[in-house]
């Protein structure tokens, strides 16, 4: 657990981070997102001690990180940045295995778990290990990045922007096995971001920041539903808002028992997000869709007049549009 | 990651060749002067003698590389310890102070240290040694500058968020990947040295200096070219071999 207690960061006299209070449970997934410069960054990297504080107090399972010798802290904290920092004269194998040898792990633990991690980033062995960081393309030299950030097994990640210098397609890739691996793992995530796409994706709190300070924080949902101000809802793209509320919402949550009308030709998979049932019904010029289930099989259905009354009753007042 | 350094250019020849041809060469005018003895009685028709005698080539060569080593193997370790030592946190102060005293000592022209070494040292090789070590310190130093602080900060910052300990972060990262650079300054600098090595036979430190020294009191062009040649392929020699060592130094990271 992370806990960062009226933190404040000032360079000489500009204050970088002021009076941020932050609480990340043990397995959760927590975003700091933010325009550039808002200090998202500044305030992962108090976490390990890269930069110090000035003012308040930063604990790590309770114990004042101050108070720990840094070197050791930082073994025990996974670190991700946008540029990889692999190592250019290291091979693929020894960039994994840099902190267990820090560590003085065993070689042949050090060796299994380097095959164990590349395994779990879907690299393959035999055809990555020996290779040097410029023989990578930037998907797979964050794919190392992350393994070796794994490698002696930190309770806590913290992911400096480590999908922005990625192009989309490989971004959306590495987001969802990064989604998939920490359904697994449930490591303790600090993940900053200023793609707040990408922040609704993976994380299970929201942490908004402008000019050192945080906006607002919370569950993604509560921040979609109820943001705290314009520049929030801004950020959580306007007028879009709606849409984004939907890519979070499983299509399963939604629908309704077969009714005794014939069923709809469109199918959806229920485990599909509501965004991509409205997008298959503006494709088909449906109202309805039929929600099947992983073997094809007709489980309910989707309807969109349905859809606008219960986010109407959800909301309070009924609106137009 | 950009690519970098992973181009390989088709040779011609393997890439030992011009150290091995330059040794080769090297051994043949060390062993084998008398056989351009018609060139040099072309030089010099009216000379009693065309082939430089006094001493052998051999042991000149020796006493050639015994001063460029000694001089070498200190500035190497001074260049080295203090490149290293202002670019730590508590030398950072140092810094320009550093870059602006290994200046000064390549200003000097060495022939100036020389004349005042003399006094100091007396006559012989002690003088020539700390003449060239003033000579050949800027390149190593410089480079060694050069190359901490080539190494990429992203880097430097992610070795320390690794939990590297600060010695650590200088021998597993910032050396590995400041070396070629700082090769090509201990190169740049032996090669020099190699050259201005010769001045040492002004001030009766004997070596291959001396056939160049001898033919010009005794206007000997004869001694002169052979001393020059000498020389100039020992340079060339050294000079390939470092080349080999740069490109194994790139060829093959350390792991």
Redesign the interface.
């Known amino acids: 657990m992370i806990e960062l207690n009226k933190v404040s960061k000032r360079f000489n006299e500009a204050l970088a981070v002021n009076d941020i209070s932050l609480r990340v449970e043990k397995g959760s997934f927590c975003a700091l997102v933010g325009t550039s410069g808002c200090g998202k960054s500044t305030t992962l990297r108090m976490i390990?001690r890269?930069i110090p504080h000035s003012d308040g107090e930063i604990l790590i399972d309770g114990q004042p990180i101050e108070q720990l010798d840094p070197?050791?802290?930082?073994?025990r904290i996974g670190?991700v940045?946008q540029?990889?920092?692999?190592?250019?004269?290291?091979?693929v194998a020894?960039n994994i295995a840099?902190?267990p040898r820090?560590l003085k792990w065993p070689a042949e633990k050090i060796d299994a778990r380097v095959e164990e991690l590349m395994a779990l980033l879907g690299l393959p062995f035999d055809e990555f290990v020996g290779k040097?960081?410029?023989?990578?393309s930037?998907g797979q030299?964050q794919r190392v990045g992350v393994a070796?950030a794994l490698a002696a097994d930190p309770d806590i990640l913290l992911m400096d922007e480590p999908f922005g210098a990625l192009d989309p397609l490989t971004r959306d890739k590495l987001q969802e096995e990064l989604a998939r691996l920490q359904a697994r793992l449930h490591k303790t995530v600090v993940f900053v971001t200023h793609d707040m796409d990408e922040a609704l994706k993976l994380a299970d709190h929201l942490v908004v920041m402008r000019e050192g300070r945080i906006v607002q924080q919370g569950s993604p949902l509560t921040l979609l539903r109820h943001p705290a101000d314009p520049f929030v809802e801004s950020l959580l793209g306007g007028l879009e808002r709606g849409l984004k509320q939907a890519g979070l919402t499983r299509v399963k949550e939604h629908m309704t028992s077969l009714g005794p009308q014939v069923p709809a030709h469109s199918r959806i998979p229920g485990d599909f997000t509501l965004r991509q049932g409205l997008s298959m019904m503006l494709r088909d010029h449906t109202e309805r869709l039929t929600v099947v289930d992983a073997s094809d099989v007709p489980i309910g259905e989707l309807s969109l007049r349905r859809l606008i009354k219960e986010s109407q009753s959800e909301r309070g007042t009924p609106r137009a549009g | 990651?950009?690519?970098?350094?992973?181009v390989s250019i088709p040779r011609a020849w393997p890439n030992w060749l011009p150290a091995f041809g330059f040794a080769a060469l090297l051994g043949l005018a060390l062993f084998g002067m008398e056989l351009l003895e018609p060139f040099f009685r072309w030089v010099e028709p009216d000379a009693r003698s065309v082939i430089y005698a006094r001493a052998s080539f051999v042991d000149l060569l020796g006493r050639h590389l015994l001063v460029v080593g000694a001089a070498g193997a200190v500035t190497v370790c001074l260049g080295l310890i203090a490149g290293i030592a202002v670019t730590r946190r508590y030398g950072r102060d140092f810094l320009p102070l550093a870059g602006q005293l290994a200046s000064i000592g390549q200003t000097f022209p060495p022939v100036a240290v020389l004349a005042l070494a003399v006094p100091a040292l007396g006559f012989g090789t002690p003088a020539i040694i700390v003449a060239l070590m003033l000579y050949g310190l800027l390149p190593i130093l410089r480079n060694t500058l050069a190359g901490l602080d080539g190494v990429d900060p992203?880097?430097k910052?992610?070795?320390?968020?690794?939990?590297?300990?600060p010695r650590?972060r200088l021998w597993r990262?910032e050396l590995?990947?400041a070396a070629p650079v700082i090769l090509a300054g201990v190169r740049t600098s032996i090669t020099i040295n190699i050259a201005t090595a010769a001045l040492g036979a002004t001030v009766g430190a004997s070596n291959l200096g001396d056939p160049i020294i001898a033919g010009i009191i005794n206007a000997n062009m004869a001694y002169v070219i052979q001393g020059a040649l000498l020389i100039a392929l020992l340079a060339l020699t050294v000079d390939s071999l470092f080349d080999l060592l740069e490109q194994q130094l790139r060829h093959r990271?350390?792991?």
């Open positions: 390990n890269l070197v050791k802290l930082r073994r670190y940045i540029s990889t920092g692999l190592f250019p004269h290291w091979s020894r840099l902190v820090l040097y960081p410029h023989q990578l930037g030299a070796r | 990651m950009q690519a970098r350094g992973a992203a880097l910052e992610a070795a320390i968020a690794m939990g590297m300990t650590q990262v590995p990947l990271p350390t792991d």
